[in-house]
């Protein structure tokens, strides 16, 4: 009997000196469209790097001239791609914008030569953070991979680096900065409560509201139900057809009056006339209704935090959500009533959001209030990018500052006076086509909590830290929004015993939590307990870096 067998051509074998290069971009043509200027720019400096350590980068896929990019722009594509190349071949997958993983996840995860993923050291397109998603996604995967970072690929220790990766196929960082949990000492107060804590969750549960799973192609941002479960942690699968709906049906006055109570409070929306350039009227509007509908659908469904999906989800519904996941996070924020007028929905409390239905920044959140609220410590907490860095030019600070940003989630509470210091401005119309404001605001100086869950080897992770926001001139700051995206909220944070690069060669997402205490003591004892909590419900912990002033943990 004769078969259908399949011919599979086998792809041509890379030369010795070759290596193969992979640019995962956006699922938006305006996106990559805009950014490509800088990815070239990127691949060009890396080119020149990999030549003069006598090697060749070939482009594993082409310039599209009809698309004006040459990005890999969907998974289908990806796939295509990577069914071409050698499967043995040295493979650098270049970043210098947002990346969508899923685009190459597949790719990489069965490729059998050394993989490196590189990205620009700079904040105009966020290359840093797709980087970051990329080694999240590729560390839950399993799939062994080397990172580098370069400001312009020439200096030294990049080159160092590049070289000992293209002659041995590895690259590993010095992580001395981390420590494991069981060489801590917690003392014993944060100790029960962190673990009273955790059979709490594990006797009450908590609901996970997520709408939409999976946004922009983030892996690692999926926690596997199993691994939640037994925490007591439980997702409640919502549709954003839903959100969608519920916005539809709130009541025009319902509306104005939310907007309302933020003016009243001395928050500032830059509004225009032109729908496709200006935040207008009708998209803020929208947005308050949007708030009203994500509040009853938590309640609806019982739920302790939700996510919304964010940039893919509603954005050819719906005007952006930043505005929206800003206000559920704030303690004081404008009262929502439930359907029949009765009752004031979580009242005098933020509805914990964790943007872009990040649910291991969810997970984090949740533990966040739960320690803070016990230990009468500010709630609110947000996910930022880790977007970038540089030294403060004004010559206000010494240390190093990192740049955190990110377009929602942030907290008026977080913000310099408050709402007073909170403004909106339209979203940048090549992601979002509605529009849409912010919720703007420079991070209030203070002491932090910064941290980060993971998954690494089928396991759940945490690292924790801790850092100092700054506060710095305001044409400093001005500069760091204008070399970023101006329209979004800003923290100027120096991480505690943390350099940039010890940083990169530990942190597996392209997002960290963070989180203020009324002191530094006091956020050192929030810190241990919050650590101790996680122990207690399964979660492997490290401390990075020293508390402030430079103490040891251990």
């Excluded at 190459?104 to 050394?114: I, R, T």
């Excluded at 990172?147 to 990049?158: Q, V």
């Excluded at 196929?169 to 900065?177: A, L, Y």
């Excluded at 539809?248 to 032109?274: I, K, L, Y």
Aim: charged letters at 25%.
């Amino acid at each position: 009997m004769a078969y259908d067998v399949p011919k599979l051509s086998k792809p041509p074998k890379a030369k010795k000196r070759e290596v193969l290069l992979v640019a995962s971009g956006d699922l938006r043509l305006a996106a990559n469209q805009n950014c490509w200027a800088k990815q070239k720019e990127m691949e060009d400096a890396l080119s020149d790097a990999v030549a003069d350590a006598g090697y060749e980068i070939v482009r594993a896929h082409s310039f599209k001239p009809d698309e004006k990019h040459g990005f890999i722009s969907s998974q289908k594509e990806g796939m295509e791609v990577f069914s071409q190349i050698d499967p043995k071949a040295k493979l650098i997958v270049a970043e210098a914008v947002w990346q969508y993983s899923h685009h190459v996840l597949a790719g990489l995860l069965s490729h059998q030569g050394p993989i490196l993923t590189v990205a620009n050291w700079s904040g105009t397109w966020p290359g840093l953070v797709g980087m970051l998603n990329l080694n999240g996604s590729l560390t839950k995967a399993g799939k062994k991979y080397s990172t580098l970072w370069s400001e312009d690929f020439t200096d030294r220790p990049f080159k160092r680096n590049l070289e000992r990766w293209l002659e041995k196929g590895s690259v590993r960082h010095s992580t001395k900065h981390v420590v494991p949990l069981k060489k801590v000492k917690i003392p014993g107060a944060e100790s029960r409560l962190g673990e009273a804590l955790a059979e709490q969750l594990r006797r009450e549960k908590a609901i996970m509201g997520i709408f939409d799973e999976g946004c922009m192609g983030m892996y690692n941002a999926i926690i596997q139900d199993e691994l939640l479960n037994p925490m007591g942690v439980y997702k409640e699968r919502l549709s954003q057809s839903a959100l969608y709906y519920e916005t539809t049906q709130v009541d025009d006055d319902e509306a104005r009056a939310v907007r309302q109570w933020m003016e009243d409070r001395g928050m500032t929306f830059h509004t225009g006339p032109n729908e496709e350039t200006d935040l207008t009227d009708a998209q803020i509007h929208t947005q308050c209704k949007m708030y009203i509908a994500a509040a009853r659908i938590a309640d609806d469904f019982g739920c302790d935090l939700i996510g919304i999906q964010y940039q893919q989800g509603l954005k050819d519904l719906l005007p952006a959500s930043d505005l929206v996941e800003g206000m559920l996070n704030n303690s004081d924020r404008p009262p929502v009533r439930s359907r029949d007028g009765k009752r004031i929905l979580y009242a005098g409390q933020p509805i914990v959001h964790f943007n872009e239905v990040d649910e291991c920044a969810g997970l984090d959140g949740l533990m966040t209030y739960r320690v803070h609220h016990a230990m009468g410590q500010p709630v609110e907490n947000t996910l930022h990018d880790v977007r970038w860095g540089d030294w403060d030019q004004s010559g206000t600070v010494d240390d190093y500052v990192w740049v955190f940003l990110i377009s929602g989630s942030a907290p008026p509470a977080h913000f310099v006076d408050g709402w007073k210091g909170a403004c909106s401005e339209r979203q940048p119309d090549m992601y979002f086509r509605l529009g849409g404001g912010s919720l703007k605001g420079v991070s209030k100086p203070g002491e932090i909590v910064w941290s980060r869950i993971y998954v690494d080897d089928g396991k759940l992770r945490m690292d924790l830290g801790r850092a100092g926001v700054v506060q710095l001139p305001p044409e400093e700051t001005q500069r760091r929004w204008d070399l970023t995206t101006p329209q979004w909220p800003i923290m100027h944070a120096v991480t505690y015993g943390v350099s940039r690069d010890q940083f990169m060669a530990k942190h597996k997402a392209n997002h960290i939590q963070v989180a203020y205490a009324n002191s530094a003591k006091e956020a050192d004892k929030a810190l241990l307990a919050k650590a101790a909590m996680a122990e207690a419900m399964g979660i492997d912990v490290n401390i990075c870096g020293t508390r402030a002033g430079g103490k040891s943990w251990e």
